[in-house]
């Protein structure tokens, strides 16, 4: 199986359409929020289908930049793992959206709701799936990939937590653009996506073992 993880596209519709292009034929496409620039459920609807417009399964969650209602229209459209579950062949896929308190005015969830979040999402899918993904916004707190260029950490407690007790096999994340990345925490691996503004993404090999390639159109 091939994932693409796309985050913090924040609605450039011109450069997600670059990122199809360049990376091919995928299976998944992931879409780790910031999917607007503090936009509507109707942009995020759209890009969303531009996401599965070459025949890839599409699950997203929101992001910091996105809304509540975004995060609804996300449900509705059946591609929100944001304390859901899917399972697409023997993976099964679970997220958080948004991020912890951190930038007043922005969406958010405290570490308790988002540590609930996940583990909803977890129930959803486990025993049944032989592997496991997380989808986040933000990445884990007091790592390489949540550290900004003032050196501050403002990743997520509760997914660092989660990540330490159950070792998904994959957390793809975004949030912090310049702590794009790839790191393990034990048994996973965590991959910040990078701004997908910009032309960042990744792409996952899944099978016959996980490999990373950080991409840039």
């Not at 583990?119 to 496991?132: E, L, M, N, V, Y």
């Not at 997380?134 to 660092?160: C, E, Q």
Request: proline content about 5%.
């Amino acid at each position: 199986m091939k994932l693409l993880g796309i985050t913090d596209l924040h609605g450039n519709r011109r450069t997600l359409a670059e990122i199809l292009d360049k990376a091919g034929a995928v299976d998944v496409v992931l879409l780790g929020g910031d999917i607007t620039n503090f936009g509507t459920p109707r942009e995020a609807g759209e890009l969303a289908d531009v996401a599965g417009s070459l025949g890839a399964r599409v699950l997203a969650v929101a992001g910091n930049c996105d809304s509540a209602a975004i995060d609804e229209r996300l449900v509705e459209l059946g591609v929100s793992v944001a304390g859901r579950g899917a399972i697409i062949g023997n993976v099964g896929f679970h997220g958080i959206p948004a991020m912890p308190p951190w930038i007043p005015h922005m969406y958010h969830f405290t570490e308790d709701e988002l540590a609930a979040m996940l583990a909803a999402g977890h129930a959803r899918i486990d025993p049944a799936a032989r592997r496991r993904v997380v989808l986040s916004h933000a990445p884990p707190r007091a790592r390489r990939v949540d550290r900004t260029r003032l050196w501050r950490h403002v990743g997520s407690t509760a997914l660092a937590e989660f990540i330490d007790r159950t070792q998904p096999e994959l957390v793809l994340c975004g949030h912090i653009h310049e702590a794009r990345g790839v790191e393990r925490m034990g048994r996973t691996i965590v991959v910040n996506c990078g701004a997908a503004a910009a032309g960042s993404y990744a792409l996952v090999e899944l099978d016959p073992e996980l490999r990373v390639e950080l991409g840039r159109t």
